[in-house]
């Protein structure tokens, strides 16, 4: 992994986040650019810091993840995407909208940063 790998976490306010941002920082190198609960916010801030790593909340209000995955991978597809999901269809979802990774929700800790660093390394 790079030096310092930059991440936005497009998570609605609460616990989630709290709990992402906390083991976003463990994460050697990475740095949480900002953090959204919002399509513009979301697509504003990754303008903005072009973050190597945006990490999506499937349960966005509204629909929410699904437009700012199709607008972020239309606008810049080198960003690295990763969707928490809470079951099959969003993790489709995700899938038909080009998440880079599809993680369920309220895996280990130590696999979810797994999976980040891995998918930061390529």
């Not at 269809?89 to 880079?100: R, S």
């Not at 130590?110 to 930061?120: G, H, R």
Request: net charge negative; with cysteine.
């Amino acid at each position: 992994m790079a030096s310092r790998m930059l991440a936005l976490l497009v998570v609605w306010p609460g616990p989630l986040r709290e709990a992402l941002r906390t083991l976003m920082t463990s994460i050697p190198g990475v740095e949480i650019a900002g953090e959204a609960g919002d399509t513009s916010s979301a697509l504003r801030m990754i303008s903005e810091h072009q973050p190597d790593l945006v990490l999506v909340d499937a349960d966005l209000p509204g629909g929410e993840a699904w437009r700012t995955l199709k607008q972020m991978k239309e606008k810049w597809p080198p960003i690295r995407c990763v969707v928490l999901t809470d079951h099959s269809c969003q993790q489709q979802a995700a899938k038909a909208a080009d998440a880079d990774a599809v993680l369920q929700k309220g895996m280990p800790a130590a696999l979810l940063v797994q999976a980040i660093e891995t998918l930061l390394s390529k």
